[in-house]
């Protein structure tokens, strides 16, 4: 199972995209997703707040700011092959 983490905040349209796609997925691959409010962590929201969505691999970031489907099944096929 690989492990998908989204740094966003609420509100945050393209934070909300990301999500959708990784759960979207799901149905295909053994990932799990975990999101993650920025706003809860003053440390996190200092060093994500201008990038979200910041959307993580098994705790390798992958994207900042844009997320494109292609370019994350991209990296999830690779990530499940290694």
Known sequence: MLKITVYGKEGCCLCT??????????VDYPIELEYIDITGDEKLF????????VVAL?????FKGKVARLWLEREIRQALTR
């Open 58 to 62: 098994a705790g390798d970031i992958k």
């Open 46 to 53: 200092n060093l994500y707040r201008y990038e979200i969505p």
């Open 17 to 26: 995209k990301a999500t959708d796609m990784v759960t979207a997925l799901s």
